[in-house]
């Protein structure tokens, strides 16, 4: 929003600039047009002032002896010294005519340029102002972290993971054992859910394997809040991990109508979202054919908030209609 509002903005102040440059420069070229004509007039003026004053002497002794003055006879009329004296006033009203007209020519050549330039600088400055919240935006995306996103396979790999599901405060103990130590879509599965600081929703049809109900109920001992949503049939099978979780002290809900609660979703801090057709279970991690999805797309993960907190409020046991007080309120 704020992005938009500076480019509307910037976008008003280049056309203003513009706009304003325009209008600016025709009126300092039309000033300077007025001004190169005054200096002309002015160096004319004083030319003929000039040369009138050298020629009054000439007229005076014309009409002393007797005879009356003519414009065309004036410049006849004239002594040799009057003569001398026009032509050098004429002389000199042209060299400061044609340095009057020289300056007034370079000053008006000079004013259109100089508007040029604040016209072309106001110009470049909206032009600046406009490309402006694009650079930020670049220089933005630069600097923030690409949202996560990470596609696992399974079955996996065998490998170990004691060395990710260390009790905290235990002290640090290579593992005897005689599997691979490596990294395998389980052990990506099971860092991606022990980076909850705060919270992690699980939405799960089935939930049976040892490695990530440890997981979980590693995150409880840390503090974090943790709640399950399950289906109430798979929850009662034999290996389940629901019952360990409950005894742990972790909220569990369950669905009670004829249908599955087949969603197969974590969320990690209400940031990350974990979803695909993997059961948590021993057989589908090892043996099936399997796709994991971890991505940070906050509409995604919005989405799937949106469900879980549904599911959730749904499946209070208050809400409950099967226990007797509940039909008895009917």
């Known amino acids: 929003m704020l992005f938009k509002l500076f480019q509307f903005w910037s976008l008003w102040v280049f056309s203003a600039c513009l706009l304003g440059s325009l209008g600016v420069g025709r009126a300092g070229a039309v000033w300077a047009g007025a001004r190169r004509r005054q200096a002309g007039a002015q160096a004319q003026w004083a030319m003929g002032a000039e040369c009138a004053g050298a020629s009054a002497p000439g007229r005076?002794?014309?009409?002393?002896?007797?005879?009356?003055?003519?414009?065309?006879?004036?410049?006849?009329?004239?002594?040799?010294q009057a003569q001398v004296g026009c032509r050098r006033a004429r002389s000199r009203s042209g060299r400061r005519a044609h340095v009057a007209g020289g300056a007034s020519a370079?000053?008006?050549?000079?004013?259109?340029?100089?508007?040029?330039?604040?016209?072309?600088i106001a110009a470049g400055l909206a032009l600046a102002l406009e490309a402006l919240p694009a650079v930020l935006r670049w220089l933005w995306a630069g600097r923030q972290r690409r949202p996560r996103r990470e596609v696992l396979f399974f079955p996996s790999q065998v490998t170990c993971t004691e060395a990710l599901l260390r009790v905290p405060g235990?002290?640090?103990s290579g593992c005897p054992c005689s599997l691979p130590h490596g990294e395998s879509s389980l052990s990506r599965l099971l860092r991606a859910?022990?980076?909850?600081?705060?919270?992690?929703?699980?939405?799960?049809?089935?939930?049976?394997?040892?490695q990530l109900g440890r997981a979980v109920q590693l995150l409880h001992q840390r503090g974090?809040?943790?709640?399950?949503?399950?289906?109430?049939d798979y929850m009662a099978l034999n290996g389940s991990q629901i019952g360990l979780l409950r005894k742990a002290g972790i909220q569990v809900r369950h669905d009670q109508d004829l249908g599955y609660m087949h969603h197969k979703f974590a969320i990690v801090d209400g940031k990350v979202l974990i979803t695909g057709s993997l059961n948590w279970t021993t057989q589908a991690i090892q043996n099936n054919r399997e796709n994991v999805l971890i991505t940070e797309d906050e509409e995604y993960v919005r989405l799937f908030r949106e469900e879980f907190e549904r599911i959730w409020e749904e499946f209070d046991p208050a809400k409950y209609t099967f226990f007797p007080q509940n039909r008895r309120r009917r």
């Open 60 to 80: 005076r002794a014309h009409v002393a002896r007797g005879r009356r003055p003519h414009r065309r006879s004036g410049r006849r009329a004239l002594s040799a």
């Open 106 to 120: 370079a000053a008006g050549e000079m004013q259109p340029l100089r508007w040029q330039v604040v016209a072309a």
């Open 170 to 172: 235990a002290a640090p």
């Open 193 to 210: 859910l022990l980076a909850a600081r705060a919270s992690l929703e699980l939405c799960l049809f089935a939930f049976s394997s040892p």
């Open 224 to 232: 974090v809040r943790v709640r399950v949503v399950t289906d109430c």
